[in-house]
């Protein structure tokens, strides 16, 4: 592509109105599809559409292959949680908790990995994640380990969590929308292309690089801590390795490094692996051959195949 | 006072001295030339210099403060900016993007940053590839794109590793012009190159290495008929 389409501010603004129009049909939704049910699946891929666009600022714009999303849910779930059963806090307190708590470990967490790069970034934040996982699941006088943690719900309609969701991933969007047309998205392509180039042009790549992992870590959070009052139980299975798979999967295959791709993949992925299981557990295998074919023919994701044409 | 200066620059790898006791100084509005046989410290003495190398020994100062084991952004905050034998862009943004990134890094808007992105794709005959992705450019292209990064705030010193290394003789001529015009301005620059009818056309003064020491310093001209120099590129007896 070589006309000024192919300008980042351009390719980022069609990239957005897309995502929107996603947003608006999800919006209409509910005038057509009201059984609880439907709405169910729709938020739960709304969940991991928000951890996929977590993961996608991580891994698709800034180039850092974290494999700790569905940990970083996780422990925005039992933040919210473990306030609520302990401390009775309400969930006005529990859900800023749990976006602060994990902006703060993902925080510490860039600084750790600060310098890996690849197999060894993807390895140490794998073993956090499964450390994470097993200390909730082995301390079971604080966290009732596999039993899981009953959360309070914000509010009993289906519909109204549907649109609660629908909120914060417009929201989420947007903001992303407005991080990536500024500096700081210029910036963190730049380190996804190249570090010691992004470096010698005078980017602050340790602070970029941090405010990426917090604020990736962050969105995670969130979404567990929604999801845990969406469910009311919370459990050490929202951490699961299998989780943050089926978030890489809805990432790779919807499109990387965009706005749109994760927020398509994650309904389309998680919506399939609905229809799937009826057919035993076969999910899996079909989301990774998914990823094969598009990592092999076309790696730019079905976002990417439909800007192309 | 010198805008760059080193002291007793040394670094070793292993029992190798890469570096030894190299002491250069680079005068403001000056094209410096940086020359040596492969594998006698030139890049890594850049490297040091740009922050990407912390040195075992020695010192260096940008104007009056003292910059040594500074990190590269650091320093390219200060004006001290880098530009890489193997070209350092952003291949999967376009030409265009890859200048309004380098812009913004230095400080500028957004506005003023596309402005002089502008300018400079022209100058640098980059216009009918601006909107290509980085990675599409050919290697000499890439070349004058990173050049223009580095100019979209002028440099207090541009460091440039190799700069017509592989490279197109058109686009050779214009890497060589756009330094003649930008030195005619009073930027500063060090060049390390093989390229010696280049080095003798654009350096006002020369400093020669071999075996990580530094051999000779001076007028370009003067430098290129040392004999040590000589030698070294040649072997011994070659000026006899």
Redesign the interface.
């Known amino acids: 592509m070589s006309t000024e389409r192919n300008l980042w501010s351009h390719r980022l603004r069609s990239d957005f109105r897309a995502a929107l129009a996603v947003v608006a049909v999800l919006a209409a939704v509910p005038l057509f599809a009201s059984s609880p049910y439907t709405l169910g699946i729709l938020v739960v891929s709304m969940y991991f559409a928000l951890i996929a666009l977590g993961w996608n600022l991580l891994a698709g714009f800034t180039g850092q292959f974290s494999l700790a999303p569905a940990a970083f849910a996780m422990l925005g779930a039992y933040t919210t949680g473990l306030l609520a059963y302990h401390l009775k806090a309400p969930l006005a307190i529990g859900i800023p908790a749990a976006i602060a708590a994990t902006a703060l470990l993902g925080f510490l967490l860039g600084r750790i990995v600060l310098r890996l790069k690849g197999p060894y970034l993807a390895l140490t934040t794998l073993s956090f994640a499964e450390i994470a996982r097993n200390v909730v699941y082995n301390s079971y006088n604080f966290t009732r380990g596999d039993q899981g943690l009953n959360v309070p719900s914000l509010m009993e309609s289906r519909v109204g969590y549907y649109y609660l969701f629908l909120a914060v991933l417009a929201a989420t969007l947007g903001m992303l929308y407005r991080l990536m047309r500024g500096k700081a998205g210029r910036f963190w392509l730049a380190i996804r292309d190249d570090e010691t180039g992004a470096e010698s042009r005078g980017i602050p790549v340790v602070r970029y690089k941090t405010f990426a992992f917090a604020l990736s870590c962050a969105i995670c959070g969130l979404a567990g801590s929604l999801y845990g009052t969406f469910s009311q139980l919370v459990s050490p299975e929202l951490g699961l390795l299998l989780q943050t798979g089926l978030v890489i999967a809805m990432v790779v295959i919807g499109g990387m490094g965009t706005l749109t791709g994760p927020l398509v993949g994650a309904l389309l992925v998680y919506l399939a692996s609905e229809w799937l299981r009826e057919f035993g557990g076969i999910q899996l295998i079909v989301f990774s051959a998914a990823v094969i074919v598009v990592a092999r023919f076309f790696r730019a994701g079905l976002w990417g195949l439909a800007v192309r044409r | 006072m010198s805008l760059l200066r080193t002291e007793g620059l040394t670094k070793h790898f292993g029992g190798v001295a890469a570096v030894d006791d190299v002491a250069i100084a680079v005068e403001a509005g000056e094209v410096f030339g940086l020359i040596g046989p492969n594998g006698s410290g030139k890049t890594t003495a850049l490297n040091m210099l740009?922050g990407?190398l912390a040195p075992d020994r020695g010192r260096v100062w940008l104007g009056d403060e003292e910059v040594t084991r500074m990190?590269?952004?650091a320093l390219?905050?200060r004006g001290l900016?880098?530009m890489?034998q193997m070209t350092?862009?952003?291949?999967?943004?376009?030409a265009?993007?890859n200048l309004?990134?380098?812009g913004?890094?230095?400080g500028l808007d957004e506005a003023e940053a596309a402005r002089r992105a502008g300018a400079l794709v022209e100058e640098l005959t980059l216009d009918p590839?601006k909107?290509?992705?980085a990675g599409q450019l050919s290697g000499g292209q890439r070349k004058l794109l990173e050049f223009g990064?580095c100019f979209m705030e002028p440099p207090r010193v541009a460091l440039l590793d190799e700069p017509f290394a592989a490279v197109h003789p058109v686009m050779r001529e214009t890497m060589a012009r756009f330094i003649r015009s930008r030195n005619q301005r009073g930027h500063t620059f060090l060049v390390v190159s093989h390229d010696m009818p280049i080095v003798v056309e654009l350096c006002h003064r020369a400093a020669c290495m071999n075996a990580g020491r530094l051999i000779a310093v001076g007028p370009t001209r003067d430098v290129l008929k040392d004999a040590g120099v000589i030698e070294a590129y040649l072997g011994s007896g070659a000026h006899a």
Not at chain 2, 88 to 94: E, L, M, N, S, Y
């Open positions: 740009s990407f990190k590269p952004a390219a905050g900016l880098r890489f350092r862009v952003f291949p999967r943004i376009c265009f993007d309004l990134t380098a913004l890094a230095r590839v909107y290509l992705d990064m």
